[in-house]
């Protein structure tokens, strides 16, 4: 049995909270935890979410105390485990990231593209502001980010802060789930050789209890519908299986069209389903997560953030896919930057496993966005003008330096209000 004393959890107002806390229940015969502090800087949302939390614990008997907190510093302060989910700019924001780039003729996506760019501009001050209290009130806590664009926020946190940070996700367990499920057989029995970045990645390899069957993976995907949306003669084109974010790279005149003829983004549904689900939590009879919870993207995320809890905790030393720093785990990218690959996750902390080189039919793209993604840290970090067009510029799915600098000035307007690095004295910095 693992003990944890404190788990803080910023942004706790967040619809997803129930999710996490139905993790520690699942897991009760395994771990223990003292404490769940719950941070927001929204109160409302922190009453209802917390008044929920706290009704779940006490009807599965959990002996775990929970407390609500608009203080940071109150909720970091001696936790073993700091967890980030937050949304600067909640979804009002991300619905601009969805709408602006479509005017261009490019995918709007919380994560991907210029979307992804604005959101990690947005997150990067204040992610490093939870960091500077980490350090302060929690030395040695791990720190584990769940904010998107998780493989940037984890990179800016690897480069600019002290904090043990790991990149987690729920897309790695999700296809390993799904992998596990089409042959009829336990998620344990299958290993994934998983390259890339984070929500832009590739199974280079599938195993079952050891043998190679990425051949006939390839083959049974084609019938997996909406889960696996690609042409199958791509994934035998590459050689490797593309995961689902790949889609917007592979498939983008596709996604912009899609997008387009859509009535609502997917921000504006994410609205309505959060509205529906904050219905169930302000209902003092609902005891435990509501099934609607699973029409949210980001359903079974706490099995990821629990799994790793639990090996650095008890020293598992087993291989979970996690965001960390490349150390040439990845030969054809720089040291410095983030990776999602396999990684020996024990009381040591996270080794990524040597992944050597790219294969040649997916190096150059995860190069490029990894160039995107560092240009989106640089820019996030220090407001500069030239990193910011930069980053737009070399992100694959924008056409031209027109449209690069076009979106550049009307997101850094719109979002204007969230980036202080940008606009320190109202005004855009020059260099
Ligand atoms: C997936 C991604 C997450 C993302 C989520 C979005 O699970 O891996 O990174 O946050 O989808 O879900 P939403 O319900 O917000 O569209």
Known sequence: MAKIAKVAVIGGGSSYTPELIDGFITHEEEVQVGEIALHDIDPERLEIVGGMVQRQVHFAELDTKITLTGSRQEAVEGADFVVSQIRVGQMAARILDEKIPLKYDVIGQETTGPGGTLKAWRTIPVALEIARDVERYAPGAW??????????ITEALLKHSNVNVVGLCNNPINMQHMIAE??????????LEWVGLNHVNWVRRVYLDGQDITGRMIDLLEMAGDEFPFDPELARTLGVIPTWYLQYYYDHPHKVAEAKAAEKTRGEVVREIEKALFEKYRDPNQMV???ELSQRGGALYSEAAIRLMLSLLLDRRDVQ???TRNGGAIADLPEDVSVEVPCVVGAHGVIPLNMGHLPETIRALCQQVKSWESW???AGVTGSRRAALMAMLVNPLVPSFEVARALLDEMLEAHRAYLPQFFPSGTPSPE
């Not at 089409?182 to 290993?191: H, T």
């Open 182 to 191: 089409a042959l009829g057989v336990r998620d344990e029995q299958i290993f």
């Open 376 to 378: 989106t840290v640089e």
């Open 289 to 291: 997560k509501p099934p």
């Open 321 to 323: 896919i996690v965001v």
């Open 143 to 152: 720190f584990l980010n769940f904010t998107n664009p998780s493989g940037i």
